[in-house]
């Protein structure tokens, strides 16, 4: 734990934070490089005239995306927003309430695109576009996990995340992006994953938890990689491979296909589930991240696409891969038209992980010995992107009932966390979108607030000593900023970890 930074006390009953201005305004992550940026098509650095391209940008993009427009416009200053977001909870800086952070854009609209502004910029409060102006932006724009929450409680339903996602893709087309997020991108553009392992690496570690699993249950449970003609094409977050809970799962994900005999298999070439892209607001680095995926399908000849425990890699597949790559329907190039064509239309494409172990479970193809779990009593956290941006199943709800189902299936032992945060309610981990980087710790403890706090409750009142997720960055950030809140860092798990240890494997 870094010794400077300090959690926010836990509060026993909630209330509005007393408002502290700028807060956070020394928060900031490290510019990319110039090298990071160009690696990738951007502009390497600001370059005179930026201010008009900035101008340029945000007027292509309220004109492409109407819903953009809409939130510009529409926003009445009811306030409903104000006290839902994690950062503004946690850190009490006022440029963390959802309408201040939509505002520090819509002040630029209003001065360049709307008649009020062009004229009596003071009276409607438009602002010049000025480097002060750009540096709040890419001090607040990455002080926003993207996590949606404050969207469910407005009226208009003005979606922040879009605005977060427009501020840093403007940022990013002047040259001022992010280092984290762009470093990243452009190692899954060259390597197949955002940690940049090679695939000797992955094949490695592979074998290495085919041995660890043999020595643990007897079974010759086997964990393939770009194995040509396999049913299915697991798609996971590479966390999966080498991180600290998130591996426990990638061997729950392969006990269940051994379990229930289907042929699977991993790709070197498409070893990433998350896509960054997204967290940029960037079409073309989401599409050519998102493309590896599809190149690593038809060559593979798989029948189903199914994505691992990873929250925005699932809006992604979920929202995105049907017209961006061909999974699902809608893609309409050539590529696409022949992966829907070789995919088996009779499975949804693309399957969560969750979606297909609950499939097994009702048709009676998984059986568990539930006991082993007994030494947990588990709650489940609920990921942001999975609840607010995508769902599972064919009912409403199933992105909530379907890891629920699984976790009641494998274990004795459930509890829920207070209502107001969890399901479309859940607040984020707080390292989400893009902020998951070592510079920002201090805003990862506090944004972390509510949900220790929902934690802290179960914890004292029922006992509660293991959080489940189905996300790698809620997995990730769970992990390090636990101990700030007086909890251990291994009580949080994956689902399919609760799985792995309860499964029975033939006939044992
Ligand atoms: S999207 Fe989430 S992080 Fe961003 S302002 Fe809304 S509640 Fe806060
Ligand atoms: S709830 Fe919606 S309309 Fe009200 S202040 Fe927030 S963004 Fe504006």
């Avoid at 963390?96 to 008649?115: G, W």
């Avoid at 404050?150 to 893709?169: L, N, Q």
């Avoid at 051994?258 to 599409?287: C, P």
């Avoid at 009702?362 to 779990?373: P, V």
């Amino acid at each position: 734990m870094a010794a400077d930074i300090k959690a926010p006390p836990l509060r026993e009953f909630p209330t509005i934070p007393a408002l502290v201005p700028d807060a956070m305004a020394h928060s900031m992550p490290y510019v990319a490089s110039d090298k990071i940026q160009e690696a990738i098509g951007f502009p390497g650095k600001l370059e005179e005239g930026w201010e008009n391209k900035a101008v340029a940008k945000l007027g292509e993009l309220v004109g492409k995306y109407r819903s953009l427009r809409v939130f510009m416009d529409a926003c009445v200053h009811c306030g409903a927003c104000t006290d839902k977001c994690h950062y503004f909870i946690g850190t009490q800086d006022p440029k963390n309430m959802p309408v201040a952070r939509q505002d520090l854009m819509r002040s630029v609209y209003r001065r360049y695109f709307t008649p009020a502004g062009k004229w009596f910029p003071k009276l409607v409060g438009a602002k010049d576009m000025t480097k002060e102006v750009l540096d709040d932006w890419y001090k607040y724009y990455h002080q926003c996990s993207e996590c949606r929450r404050c969207s469910v409680f407005c009226p208009y339903g003005i979606d922040t995340a879009e605005v977060t996602m427009a501020g840093r893709e403007i940022l990013d087309a002047v040259g001022y992006g992010q280092k984290y997020s762009n470093e990243i991108i452009g190692k899954v553009h060259r390597i197949g994953n955002n940690l940049g392992l090679p695939g000797p690496a992955l094949e490695d570690t592979l074998l290495g938890l085919e041995e660890d699993v043999k020595e643990e249950t007897g079974a010759d449970v086997r964990y393939p990689i770009d194995v040509k003609g396999a049913e299915v094409l697991l798609i996971t977050p590479s966390a999966d491979f080498f991180a600290e809970p998130h591996v426990d799962s990638l061997i729950g994900y392969g006990k269940v296909f051994h379990a229930a005999g289907i042929s699977w298999t991993l790709s070197s070439k498409a070893s990433e589930a998350g896509n960054f892209g997204m967290f940029i607001g960037n079409y073309d680095q989401l599409r050519k991240i998102a493309l590896r995926i599809r190149e690593a399908a038809l060559e593979l000849g798989v029948k189903r696409i199914v994505v691992g425990e990873c929250g925005h890699a699932w809006r992604v597949a979920y929202s995105f891969w049907n017209t961006l790559i061909g999974v699902g329907a809608g893609g309409k190039d050539p590529f696409a038209i022949e992966l829907q064509r070789q995919l088996d239309q009779r499975h949804k494409q693309p399957t969560h992980i969750c979606e297909l172990t609950w499939d097994l479970i009702q048709r009676g193809a998984l059986r568990f010995d539930k006991e082993k779990n007994d030494h947990r009593v588990i709650t489940f956290h609920d990921s942001c992107n999975v609840a607010r941006a995508s769902r599972m199943g064919n009912t409403p709800g199933g992105q909530f009932e379907i890891p629920r189902n699984i976790i009641r299936a494998a274990a004795n032992h459930y509890v829920e966390m207070a209502p107001d945060t969890i399901r479309e309610k859940t607040f984020c981990c707080g390292g989400g979108g893009g902020v998951l980087t070592d510079e920002l710790l201090d805003l990862r403890v506090k944004g972390a607030l509510p949900r220790m706090e929902a934690l802290r409750a179960v914890a004292d009142g029922q006992g509660v000593n293991f959080m489940a997720t189905i996300c790698a960055i809620c997995k990730a950030q769970f992990t390090k900023v636990l101990p700030y809140y007086g909890f251990k860092m291994n009580m949080v798990g994956g689902v399919h970890q609760l799985v792995s240890t309860a499964i029975r494997l033939g006939d044992q």
